[in-house]
């Protein structure tokens, strides 16, 4: 049963991102949410319902959480089938640059990390995997990134916790063998995925850290919370995607 969603699943993300490259000539509209820097436009609506429309033909009976409301109103605990859903990762880039976003969704099953999508628009790569099978880039699997630490990784952080200097991150950004920030947690979760990162830090929605944490602990690598122990996967959080030691010389650092 997993296995004919999975595929659907794929099916239907590359269509809808076809769909969102469409509107690379700049055809929709774009509003403010919370303030200025935070957007919306019409195509990160209609990915959502699109994508919510049709996980309920895949999925029937499954529940969605997802960024711009289209979901279902109150999700409030994982039983079930669940969906995730980022339905355009990160809004300013796609706005800005025409470039570095991308599509997400994670499947939990009964409060269990399933199945993980996370659709590198412009490139058309897929990185999809969950459930002990494995992490692929389309047809091709992935594997562990090296155990590199601190200092001979890029690490990226989210602007904001770097300008506030959160849990003395700008410490953690002077030892690292570099800083970078990609302004997509889609981007950047990819990024740790194949090892091009050693370590993303932000604070991130369900939407934005669910599809990453579910191939990033497929992948035997460290996903935790920098503020406690515990990562919610219905609220936001402070968290650390890294290789494990990485990982360790970055929590050593931080408080
Ligand atoms: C945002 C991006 C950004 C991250 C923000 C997210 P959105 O997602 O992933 O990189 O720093 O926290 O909200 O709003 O573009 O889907
Ligand atoms: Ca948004
Ligand atoms: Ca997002
Ligand atoms: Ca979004």
Redesign the pocket.
């Known amino acids: 049963m997993l296995e004919g969603i999975d595929l659907q699943v794929q099916r239907m993300l590359r269509r809808v991102n076809r769909q969102t490259l469409r509107h690379l000539d700049g055809s929709y509209q774009v509003a403010t949410k919370s303030s200025y820097s935070d957007l919306v436009t019409t195509i990160d609506r209609q990915n959502e319902q699109e994508i919510d429309r049709q996980l309920r033909v895949i999925d029937p009976g499954c529940r969605i959480l997802s ?1 711009e409301g289209f979901g279902d109103r109150r999700v409030d605990d994982l039983d079930g089938h669940v969906w995730i859903v ?1 339905p ?5 880039n796609f706005v800005k640059q025409h470039d570095h976003f991308g599509i997400m969704l994670a499947l939990y099953v009964d409060g269990r990390p399933t199945l993980a999508y996370i659709m590198d628009a412009v490139n058309q790569d897929l990185y999809h995997g969950g459930n002990g099978g494995g992490v692929f880039k389309n047809d091709c699997r992935l594997t562990r990134p090296a155990d590199v630490g601190l200092h001979d990784s890029l690490v990226a952080i ?1 602007s904001s916790l770097v300008l506030d200097d959160v849990a003395h991150l700008t410490r953690v950004a002077r030892q690292a063998s570099g800083l970078r920030m990609y ?4 981007m950047e979760m990819i990024g740790v995925l194949t090892g091009e990162l050693g370590a993303y830090v ?4 369900p939407w ?1 850290l669910a599809p990453g944490r579910v191939l990033a602990e497929e992948l035997g690598l460290s996903v935790k919370s920098i503020d406690d122990d515990g990562i919610s996967v219905l609220s936001s959080n402070l968290v650390l995607v890294a290789t494990k030691r990485a990982g360790q010389d970055i929590l050593d650092r931080t408080d």
């Open positions: 960024e980022d355009l990762d990160g809004t300013l989210s302004g997509s947690a889609a932000s604070r991130l929605k934005d």
